[in-house]
């Protein structure tokens, strides 16, 4: 069965860092989208993607988050320079356009800030 | 902000019983709803999903029940399995949009 996948799978890095987060949705799909957990806490919902542009923003995805589908199967995360509020799961998601779809889950990235 | 409630932290429930997990929400321009099972270290999966228009959908031992006027749905597992031990979230999303997550609840199922 299909499915997303996120590299790596653990990211530590210094405080004022830029880390870029990366995913490989499922091949036929054309919503993606970047959720983050932090610990004790909901999934909440960062972006979503759609036609190679931002469909809709939290207002946790400020100007230190951008996204990027640079070829035709990756979609990244970057963050600009990390805060320690930052540390999180991050999780990508994709679903296809027909009707309504569940969206498909990666095993995420734990990124640490030190 | 807690437009997809959760209201119960942990269930547990003997093997070859009935689990029922619960779910409550408050924006009524939610049309699609979802339940995901996650375990350790691993992404959400999805699980089962429900269209506003209707108020049952079932998939093997899993069947979610929508209630809208009372704005709440619900999860029955059965038989409930040692396998199915897991963090269960409930999902909410209006068109085809993002989606809001509940805190989710921990299922343990004893043998």
């Known amino acids: 069965e299909p499915e997303v996948t996120q590299t790596p799978s653990h990211q530590v890095t210094q405080m004022g860092q830029e880390v870029i987060l990366r995913c490989v949705p499922i091949?036929?799909?054309?919503?993606f989208y970047w959720y983050r957990q932090i610990l004790g806490q909901k999934v909440e919902f960062l972006v979503s993607?759609?036609?190679?542009?931002?469909?809709?923003k939290s207002e946790i995805f400020d100007d230190q988050f951008s996204v990027e589908r640079p070829d035709g199967s990756n979609f990244t995360l970057k963050i600009r320079s990390t805060k320690l509020e930052d540390s999180a799961m991050y999780f990508c998601?994709?679903?296809?356009?027909?009707?309504?779809?569940?969206?498909?889950f990666g095993d995420g990235t734990r990124l640490s800030i030190l | 902000d807690q437009q997809v409630k959760q209201n119960s932290p942990s269930l547990s429930v003997q093997e070859g019983r009935i689990s029922i997990l619960n779910c409550d929400y408050t924006n009524s321009m939610f049309d699609y709803f979802l339940w995901y099972k996650k375990y350790p270290a691993e992404g959400p999966t999805f699980l089962i999903s429900?269209?506003?228009?209707?108020d049952k959908n079932e998939d093997g031992r899993f069947t979610v029940f929508l209630n809208k006027s009372a704005k709440h749905l619900s999860l029955h597992i059965v038989p409930s399995q040692p396998g199915d031990s897991a963090v269960y979230f409930c999902?909410?999303?209006?068109?085809?949009?993002?989606?809001?997550f509940g805190k989710g609840i921990t299922l343990s199922v004893r043998p």
């Open positions: 993607f759609y036609n190679n542009e931002i469909s809709e």
């Open positions: 998601a994709s679903r296809d356009d027909r009707g309504s779809q569940p969206q498909h």
């Open positions: 999902a909410a999303t209006g068109a085809n949009s993002k989606l809001t």
């Open positions: 091949s036929n799909h054309l919503y």
């Open positions: 429900i269209s506003s228009i209707k």
